[in-house]
């Protein structure tokens, strides 16, 4: 694969989202703005995003000019620009002479213009605009020595279900069932409430897909949505592959929202084959009153260290808030020292820049009240500039640590979006408590807990590298896969997984006749059916002579070859097996049949940690929500410590480094104030 570098001067990218086309009526802005960044240490911003309206105010008639002026302005104090094609939202009068430029929602209405992100993606017409607007961006702009990289659309996500978008559904089922509707039926479970198909012109896309039984067809409709998308994405770029073959494209990818776990309406794993570089909008509710820093900011780490691992190359932080956003039900502004430590931790994960949405404030609509680094005050003294500044300058200080310097795991574990797809459509089990995303999330946050990097992989990635692997909750299993983690096991590698594993196919048909075979065999057991609890419903399990609580799923299992290491306390499967090892061949399998508590991971995790000899980038002694990570260039580790409390934090360090920004030599007992960062070197 070609690696990237995401910036081409070593420099850490600070900036963001800067919309001049909305001030062109204020001169004085603008000009204000190149000083105000120079201020506020930045040196890069992403621009045009949602400007198409005033690149063509007219159809077919476009206007560079004030684009030139602003692109001039930013290069005339050495910044970069990251340019953006508009496609994320139209002109009105787009929408009003070419309707069918409009998306059509699962009920079949026609939305009006207004929003954004809301055009068809089949669209002939909305193709040949995009096409001819980044031909003329790349003509003109392709060859300037500011060009960082080029910026599609913004969040690709949403669907179509236009006529249109419905006949490219009908054309990539034929292809993908080889023309046979038998084929078709019998991936689709046709038969089931009598939704045999027998003319390609009967189907029609889900309306909406929580109304639709046919679980097979759903899930190729999302399938079909991420084909479509990256369809209409690869349009976009043609015309800039072909003018600026050496300009890297990224596209914004998200999480999703409030929930912060991986984004879910797209396939994000075939969305990174097409990328050059990973970028991601980071939301973060920092400070809410549902979980503790430290939870969170594991969560966050989970996050980064997905869209490090989707092309396992340092990536871009593309926006982000200096203070708050205006979307979360409660919006609340970042603390002091919370920018600085949640912006070191996305460095520290893998990104090569900080960048914010949004550079200034606007005036009216809807994001009016936005976090930004410039406010309506229109000035360098209030705490957020003051404290993006002192970010600026620390990066300024740190890039030559920081900038393509690489992360490595041991331990990989899986994300598969396909299964949470199928698991979320599946009428079973809790229909609220699946929480597939936030289940990785506390598997993982116990390596995070111990300084041990994760890589969070896809089921396409190969899985020797990896010494531990995690597959919890893998709802949906193929016999590849399956075949998979038996030649990774057979190698000697670890293997953990769950309750509610490996019971569909990639069709979303259940496997007959039991479990899987190699799944059988690896783990040594069979899970025989699972239980679902009501929220007062508990259960226990004890594990090396203590008890941990059960809630939500417990499966039970027979033992095969497998040994037991806890049972459960209640019910009618008293007594039997609930946490199983297994040995085989070279490796090792683990099956953890019941949804467990934060207290029985730790402890597990931790021997598993022990056993495997995994050791943390930096030897030390530390509390509960001081996280240590590294990125490693030859010879050299840069290491990020970071407290994620609210209190101070002593540290024992166990090895020497030295400071990167004060070249201070450190040892032994290390003082953290709350929130606060120390990024150190040391040599390897
Ligand atoms: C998204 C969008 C931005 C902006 C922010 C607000 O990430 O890409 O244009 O709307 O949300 O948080
Ligand atoms: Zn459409």
Redesign the pocket.
Known sequence: MKKIKVTDDNRLLHGG?YNPDQWLDYPDILKEDVELMKAAHTNTFSIG??AWAALEPEEDKYDFDWLDKVIERIHSIGGRFIMATPS?ARPAWMSQHHPEVLRVDAYRRKQLHGA?HNHCFSSEYYRKKTQEMNTKLAERYGDHPALLMWHIS??FGGECHCDSCQNNFREWLKNKYNNDLKELNHSWWGAFWSHTITDWEQIESPSPIGENAVHGMNLDWRRFVTHQTIDFYKNEIKPLRELTPDVPITT?F?SDNPEFVPFTALDYSQFAKEVDVISW?A?APWHTDQEDTATLASRVAFLNDHFYSMKNQPFLLM?S?PSL???HDVNKAKRPGMHFLSSMQMLAHGSDSILY??WRKSRGSS?KF?GAVVDHDRSKDNRVFKEVAQLGKAMEDLSDCVVGYQRKADVGILYDVESDWALNDAQGFGLKTKKYGETLQKHYQMFWENNIPVDVISKETAFDPYKILLIPMLYMLSEETAEKISAFVKNGGTVVTTYITGLVDEADLTHMGGWLKPLKEVFGVEPLETDTYYPSDRNSVVYNGKAYEVRDYATVLKLLEAESLGSYEEDFYKDTPALTKNTYEKGQAFYIGARLNDDFHRVFYNELIKTHDLKPALEAKHNRGVSIQARKAEGKQTIFIMNFTEESQTLLLLEEVTDCLTDEVLGGALELAPYETRVVEKRI
Do not use: A, K, L, S
């Open positions: 989202d995003i949602f994320g954004r913004n969040e914004n998200m909008d939301y926006e808030t956003v205006n979307w949405f949004q994001e936005h």
